[in-house]
């Protein structure tokens, strides 16, 4: 069976982008909260890039 790219709004924070990442690649969601924010501290593109993740990732 193929996995798939969801967002987990179950364990999601806000829209469940970063929790459905950490499920899809087995990680800690922690871990990937984190790589988003500075990357949004860094250059402004992780929050515009999490957006349009928000809008193209279906619900689980």
């Known amino acids: 069976m193929m996995k798939r790219l969801t967002r987990n709004s179950r364990e999601g924070m806000f829209l469940g982008v970063c929790a459905g990442i950490a499920d899809y690649f087995g990680i800690d ?10 990357s ?21």
């Open 29 to 38: 969601p922690t871990l990937v909260r984190l790589v988003w924010v500075i």
């Open 40 to 60: 949004g501290l860094l250059g402004g593109v992780g929050l515009f890039g999490y957006l349009i993740a928000a809008f193209i990732m279906p619900e689980a």
